[in-house]
């Protein structure tokens, strides 16, 4: 995190200290699951020459798949929401709304729809607010250099994040019945 702003009163060793037991506390204690789906885009396009969709498309629709998963064994339906980001945002709608209603590879459309409530993306701004998108924003790099130490035999995140990445991999990553969380909570597409 960058210590500007209202963040600079962390260049204090003993104020970044406090700061850090608390995010971590407040990391354990909130009841969330974490689903991550990155890519190695050289080995991708290595295995799958031929491909020629969006492959930012490709994870999204990753990530709806572990999404249903994750109700499906909690008997439950949910929403989603994506942060904004400006052109993408009317490709991921449509492409959103596609899914729903061809279903995936392996889910049906009529499946999927059973537990995803909303035919329509929600996308909103960061100015928002939204604790949910400001909690997977903390999240996103950390899980992202986490799975790529995992997978890709990557550096890994270092201090701070590497107890981040602790937290995540014994409690927070979505899991199968057998607790885990490889290809549920944490997917890795070469």
Same mark, same amino acid.
């Given at each position: ?16 200290k ?5 995010c ?7 009841d969330? /699951? ?40 909690e008997g ?8 904004q980001?400006?052109?993408?945002? !009317? ?5 959103f ?24 993306? !929600?996308? !909103? ?11 997977a ?15 890709? !035999? ?23 019945? /057998? ?5 549920y ?6």
């Open positions: 995190m960058a210590k500007k702003g209202c963040f600079s009163c962390l260049e204090d060793p003993e104020r970044e406090a700061w850090n037991a608390h971590l506390r407040l990391y354990r204690q909130a969330y /699951r974490v689903i991550t789906a990155s890519v190695d885009k050289i080995g991708f396009y290595f295995k799958y020459p031929k491909w020629n969709d969006d492959i930012y498309f490709l994870l999204v629709k990753t990530l709806l798949e572990r999404y249903f998963f994750l109700l499906q064994s439950a339906t949910g929403d989603v929401l994506a942060e980001r400006g052109k993408s945002d !009317k490709r991921l709608k449509l492409k709304r596609e899914t729903l209603d061809n279903g995936t590879g392996f889910i049906s459309a009529k499946d999927l729809n059973k537990h995803i409530t909303s035919k329509e993306i !929600k996308v !909103k701004p960061e100015s928002d607010d939204i604790a949910g998108l400001q909690l924003d903390l999240l996103a790099a950390t899980s992202f250099s986490h799975c790529h130490k995992i997978y890709a !035999k990557g550096r890994g995140p270092l201090g701070f994040s590497s107890e981040v990445a602790d937290i995540l991999e014994t409690e927070k990553y979505h899991r199968d019945n /057998r607790g885990n969380p490889n290809k909570g944490r997917v890795w597409r070469p």
